[in-house]
């Protein structure tokens, strides 16, 4: 599975019918608002790094509202809930 994550811009009045859009695009997995320098990042995975373009050039960026993307490519993923997961014994939690 290859993961991106892209940045994304958009136009104020618009982020909410956006980020719903987005969320609706197959290939992507994930939308969050947040604050800071952008106004949404989504999250998009993929099988094939061919699917990337599709996804991002090809949809993402052809939704109305968007300003500006700018994307990253994930290498590895770090989780402490993975890692948790890996080391569990199947005890609950003493907190």
Known sequence: MITSIVMISCETDSIPEVAQ???DLPGVSEVYSTAGNVDLIAIVRVHRFEEIAEVIAGRISKV???????THIAFRAYSRHDLDAAFSIGLEDAD
């Open 21 to 23: 859009t987005l969320a």
């Open 64 to 70: 109305p509202g968007i300003v500006d993307t700018e």
